[in-house]
Protein backbone atom coordinates (compact mmCIF):
# COMPACT_ATOMS: atom_id res chain seq x y z
CA UNK A 1 0.00 0.00 0.00
CA UNK A 2 0.86 3.79 -0.72
CA UNK A 3 1.40 6.44 1.78
CA UNK A 4 -1.79 8.51 0.63
CA UNK A 5 -4.08 5.45 0.41
CA UNK A 6 -2.85 3.96 4.35
CA UNK A 7 -3.25 7.68 5.01
CA UNK A 8 -6.54 7.97 3.21
CA UNK A 9 -8.08 4.53 5.00
CA UNK A 10 -6.60 5.71 8.50
CA UNK A 11 -8.49 8.95 7.70
CA UNK A 12 -11.69 7.14 7.29
CA UNK A 13 -11.67 5.19 9.95
CA UNK A 14 -10.99 7.88 12.01
CA UNK A 15 -13.53 9.64 10.90
CA UNK A 16 -16.03 6.78 11.22
CA UNK A 17 -15.30 6.28 14.70
CA UNK A 18 -16.17 10.05 15.46
CA UNK A 19 -19.41 9.63 13.47
CA UNK A 20 -20.32 6.70 15.58
CA UNK A 21 -19.18 8.30 18.66
CA UNK A 22 -21.71 11.50 17.64
CA UNK A 23 -24.22 9.16 16.93
CA UNK A 24 -24.15 7.47 20.33
CA UNK A 25 -23.80 10.64 22.48
CA UNK A 26 -27.04 12.20 20.97
CA UNK A 27 -29.33 9.15 21.25
CA UNK A 28 -32.11 9.23 24.13
CA UNK A 29 -31.29 7.92 27.18
CA UNK A 30 -35.46 7.02 26.88
CA UNK A 31 -35.65 5.59 23.40
CA UNK A 32 -39.46 6.60 21.72
CA UNK A 33 -40.36 3.58 20.28
CA UNK A 34 -40.18 -0.04 22.15
CA UNK A 35 -40.17 -3.20 21.35
CA UNK A 36 -42.33 -5.50 23.20
CA UNK A 37 -39.72 -7.35 24.95
CA UNK A 38 -38.57 -4.02 26.18
CA UNK A 39 -42.13 -2.73 26.96
CA UNK A 40 -42.44 -6.05 28.99
CA UNK A 41 -38.59 -5.44 31.18
CA UNK A 42 -39.87 -1.64 31.77
CA UNK A 43 -43.64 -2.66 32.92
CA UNK A 44 -41.66 -5.80 35.15
CA UNK A 45 -44.61 -7.83 33.35
CA UNK A 46 -44.53 -11.08 31.11
CA UNK A 47 -44.43 -10.02 27.03
CA UNK A 48 -47.74 -11.68 26.72
CA UNK A 49 -49.32 -8.90 29.77
CA UNK A 50 -47.86 -6.22 26.59
CA UNK A 51 -49.11 -8.47 23.79
CA UNK A 52 -53.00 -8.70 25.72
CA UNK A 53 -52.54 -4.91 26.51
CA UNK A 54 -52.34 -4.44 22.58
CA UNK A 55 -54.73 -6.75 21.44
CA UNK A 56 -57.77 -5.40 24.22
CA UNK A 57 -56.60 -1.99 23.08
CA UNK A 58 -55.28 -0.48 26.25
CA UNK A 59 -52.02 -0.12 24.77
CA UNK A 60 -51.12 1.65 21.27
CA UNK A 61 -48.83 0.03 19.10
CA UNK A 62 -47.74 0.07 15.37
CA UNK A 63 -46.68 -2.55 13.08
CA UNK A 64 -43.75 -2.07 11.57
CA UNK A 65 -43.07 -4.99 9.11
CA UNK A 66 -43.40 -7.63 11.27
CA UNK A 67 -42.44 -5.55 14.81
CA UNK A 68 -44.82 -3.89 17.29
CA UNK A 69 -43.02 -0.82 18.44
CA UNK A 70 -45.10 0.82 21.47
CA UNK A 71 -44.40 4.47 22.26
CA UNK A 72 -42.44 4.68 25.43
CA UNK A 73 -44.93 7.77 26.69
CA UNK A 74 -48.10 5.36 26.25
CA UNK A 75 -46.44 2.54 28.01
CA UNK A 76 -45.43 4.86 30.71
CA UNK A 77 -49.76 6.13 30.46
CA UNK A 78 -50.70 2.36 30.55
CA UNK A 79 -48.38 1.31 33.35
CA UNK A 80 -50.12 4.54 35.64
CA UNK A 81 -53.09 3.33 34.70
CA UNK A 82 -52.38 0.01 36.33
CA UNK A 83 -51.28 1.29 39.42
CA UNK A 84 -53.88 3.94 40.29
CA UNK A 85 -56.40 1.16 39.52
CA UNK A 86 -54.63 -1.63 41.71
CA UNK A 87 -54.84 0.79 44.80
CA UNK A 88 -58.16 0.94 45.54
CA UNK A 89 -58.59 -2.94 45.08
CA UNK A 90 -56.51 -3.53 47.49
CA UNK A 91 -58.20 -1.32 49.70
CA UNK A 92 -61.30 -2.78 49.06
CA UNK A 93 -60.40 -6.27 49.57
CA UNK A 94 -59.13 -5.33 53.14
CA UNK A 95 -62.23 -3.99 53.96
CA UNK A 96 -63.81 -7.52 52.31
CA UNK A 97 -61.57 -9.27 54.68
CA UNK A 98 -62.50 -7.27 57.78
CA UNK A 99 -66.21 -7.91 56.77
CA UNK A 100 -65.17 -11.28 56.80
CA UNK A 101 -63.46 -12.10 59.79
CA UNK A 102 -65.71 -10.22 62.00
CA UNK A 103 -69.00 -11.58 60.32
CA UNK A 104 -70.23 -14.60 62.74
Known amino acids: M ?3 SELESLLRRVVRE ?10 P ?6 SIQD ?14 WIRDGS ?6 GRIWRIQSERLRTRMNEVTSV ?5 CNLDALA ?7
Not at 39 to 52: E, L, N, Q
Open 86 to 90: SAPLS
Open 59 to 64: LQAKKV
Open 2 to 4: SFD
Open 18 to 27: EVDRAIQANK
Open 98 to 104: DAIVNRK
Open 39 to 52: AATIAKVHHSTIRA
Open 29 to 34: AHPEFV
